[in-house]
């Protein structure tokens, strides 16, 4: 069964401090991890995935198959970062992706 | 670029009433999805249809029937609304392939009240 965990409900970061917003997943598979943030009454949107090994609007996020994490960071706050962020798997063979609870990030001016 | 587009965009119902949630997506995309969004539940997949024709339960779909009507449209259909389907909706569509190595497009939502 796939299951995606993120602790955190809430994370509150002053404006320019580091963040990292922590995704854990099971799955048997090969997976495929995203990140999705949906700000304020806005729609989902893909930040990024871990396939492109990109970084889009300074976050990146390294798949860490070993201790089955895909943990999103970076390094300096901005308050237009404030969303709710979502960590999503999927994997081959799959239709379904799996998402996280998701994690709220508020940053503090 | 419309993408996703989900219609309508509010709604309040009464119990036992029916609704018919509409979705359409302009980007060619194979598959489709309907989600409901609850507060510390994340997104959680109610139906999908990987191609047109299909149509699979995801890991809520109990009190939901949907309906692929052809490529660019997946309905979702409240048959007697409960006050525990009260959510908003998403629906989202992917490029073809399986949906693990193709991100989803989603839909602004459909906020949906049942009193």
């Known amino acids: 069964a796939q299951r995606v965990t993120q602790p955190e409900k809430l994370l509150s970061v002053f404006k320019g401090a580091p963040v990292e917003l922590k995704c854990n997943y099971s799955y048997s598979g090969s997976p495929e991890l995203f990140w999705y943030v949906q700000y304020s009454r806005q729609r989902l949107q893909l930040l990024l995935r871990?396939?492109s090994r990109e970084s889009i609007k300074g976050f990146t996020a390294d798949l860490n198959k070993g201790e089955t994490s895909f943990h999103l960071k970076k390094p300096f706050a901005q308050e237009e970062d404030s969303a709710m962020y979502y960590c999503?798997?999927?994997?081959?063979?799959?239709?379904?992706?799996?998402f996280g609870k998701g994690t709220k990030l508020s940053v503090i001016p | 670029n419309a993408g996703v587009t989900q219609t309508p965009k509010f709604q309040v119902l009464k119990t036992g009433q029916s609704m018919t949630l509409q979705c359409a997506q302009d980007?060619?995309?194979?598959?489709m999805y309907w989600y409901r969004q609850d507060p510390g539940m994340g997104l959680r997949l109610i139906y999908y249809?990987?191609?047109?024709?299909?149509?699979d339960k995801g890991e809520v779909p109990n009190g939901y029937n949907v309906s692929r009507l052809n490529k660019r449209e997946f309905s979702l259909r409240l048959e007697s609304a409960a006050p525990s389907q009260t959510s908003v909706y998403f629906c989202?569509?992917?490029?073809?392939?399986?949906?693990?190595?193709?991100?989803?497009?989603f839909g602004d939502g459909t906020r949906l009240s049942i009193l």
């Open positions: 989202a569509s992917s490029e073809p392939g399986q949906v693990g190595y193709q991100p989803q497009h």
């Open positions: 871990h396939i």
């Open positions: 999503a798997l999927g994997g081959a063979g799959s239709y379904q992706l799996t």
């Open positions: 249809s990987a191609s047109e024709g299909t149509t």
């Open positions: 980007m060619n995309h194979n598959s």
